[in-house]
C-alpha cells in the first residue's frame, strides 16, 4: 500500500466581477474542492504528508479529534477507508453519541469504518493533554495522532504546496482561517511582494500566533470582520450572499469557511481595500459537506436553507 490518494487537479476559475458591478480587478478562486471527492480541500493537503509518515512509521491505525459535522474527521474516515488505515474519531459531546444517523457528517465517517468515540466537552478540552493520550493508547493501543482540524509541521509542507509558480502574479492571496495551519503554509510558500489575507471563522485573529510558529514573513493579515458572530454560525444575509454566488458562478461555497471568505472579499471589494487593478488570489478550501449538516439547523429554525 501507498500513502498516495488518488487525486485530480485543482482548476482556476474566474469570477466575472462585472456581475457585482466591480471593474478594474480580476479575482481567480482556486478550486482545491475538486481534488478529492471525499478527501475536500485543505483537508487533502493536511492529510497528504501526515499519511505518508504514519505509513513509514508502520502505523495501521489514525487517531484524531473533532466536533460534530467537522471536514476533518469525515476527511479522516476517507483517507483510512481509501488507503486502508484503522480510523478512530474522539467527537467532542457525548450526547452525539445516540444520533449519529441523524448527523450526515458523523454518519458518513461510520459508514467509511471510522470507529467513533465520544466524550463531554469537559474531556474534549484535555485532548493535548498526553496523560489523555495515553489513557486512549491503553484503550484503543497503538495509533498515529492527527491534531484536531489537522494542523502540524507535516500539514503545513502540504499546505505550501496550493501555491504553485504560476500563482505567484497574484497581489493577494485570499483564505478562510480556522485553525491558522493552511494559511501558514501559503504564507510560507507567497513571494514578498505578495499580501495574504485572511478570514478568520471565528472571533479574534489568535490565528496569527499560529502562523508565526511556522514563518518568519509578515506579508499577512486576518480580519475577523467576516465571521458572522463565531463559528458555524450563520446568518440569513450569508446565505443569500451564497445562494446568489452560486447562481451567477455555478461554484458552491460552504457556509462554515468559504462562504464567509467570499463574503468579505466582496465587502471589501465594495470598501476600495483593494489596490486599483489588483489580481486577486481565492482559495476554495472545501468543505461542502458541511451543508446537509447545516441546513437540517436551518430547517429547524425556519430559516432559508443553503441551495
Known amino acids: ?53 504514519a505509513q513509514a512509521q508502520n502505523h495501521t491505525t489514525l487517531l484524531t479529534f473533532g466536533g460534530a459535522f467537522s471536514n476533518h474527521i469525515a476527511a479522516v474516515a476517507a483517507a483510512g477507508k481509501e488507503l486502508d488505515f484503522k480510523t478512530i474519531g474522539i467527537i467532542r459531546g457525548d450526547e452525539l453519541k445516540d444520533k449519529i444517523s441523524e ?3 458523523l454518519s458518513f465517517a461510520h459508514d467509511c469504518g471510522m470507529q467513533l468515540y465520544f466524550v463531554s466537552r469537559e474531556v474534549y478540552r484535555s485532548k493535548n493533554d498526553s496523560e489523555f493520550i495515553n489513557s486512549l493508547k491503553e484503550q484503543f493501543g497503538n495509533f498515529y495522532v492527527l491534531p484536531e482540524g489537522g494542523t502540524n509541521a507535516l500539514a503545513i509542507k502540504g499546505c505550501e504546496e496550493i501555491l504553485t509558480e504560476t500563482d505567484m502574479s497574484f497581489n493577494y492571496i485570499c483564505v478562510s482561517v480556522g485553525t491558522g495551519g493552511t494559511m501558514a503554509g501559503l504564507v510560507k510558500a507567497s513571494n514578498d511582494n505578495q499580501q495574504v489575507l485572511g478570514f478568520s471563522v471565528l472571533n479574534g485573529t489568535f490565528q496569527t500566533s499560529e502562523i508565526e510558529k511556522y514563518t518568519s514573513k509578515t506579508n499577512f493579515e486576518i480580519t475577523d470582520a467576516y465571521c458572522f458572530g463565531g463559528y458555524g454560525k450563520i446568518d440569513t444575509d450569508l446565505i443569500r450572499f451564497m445562494n446568489g454566488f452560486k447562481n451567477k458562478t455555478n461554484i458552491p461555497l460552504d457556509p462554515v469557511y468559504t462562504g464567509k471568505m467570499m ?25 461542502l459537506q458541511g451543508i446537509e449538516g447545516m441546513n437540517q439547523k436551518l430547517k429547524k429554525k425556519n430559516l432559508p436553507i443553503i441551495e
Not at 267 to 280: A, C, H, M, V
Open 1 to 53: 500500500m501507498q500513502a498516495n490518494l488518488t487525486h485530480s487537479n485543482s482548476p482556476l476559475m474566474e469570477i466575472d466581477l462585472s456581475k457585482y458591478g466591480f471593474a478594474g480587478y480580476s479575482l481567480i478562486i482556486k478550486r482545491e474542492d475538486l481534488l478529492h471527492p471525499f478527501v475536500s480541500g485543505n483537508k487533502f493537503r493536511k492529510l497528504k504528508y501526515n499519511l505518508k509518515a
Open 103 to 105: 448527523n450526515p457528517t
Open 263 to 287: 463574503f468579505g472579499i466582496m465587502d471589501l471589494l465594495k470598501k476600495g481595500y483593494f489596490k486599483e487593478n489588483s489580481r486577486i488570489f481565492a482559495v476554495h478550501t472545501g468543505g
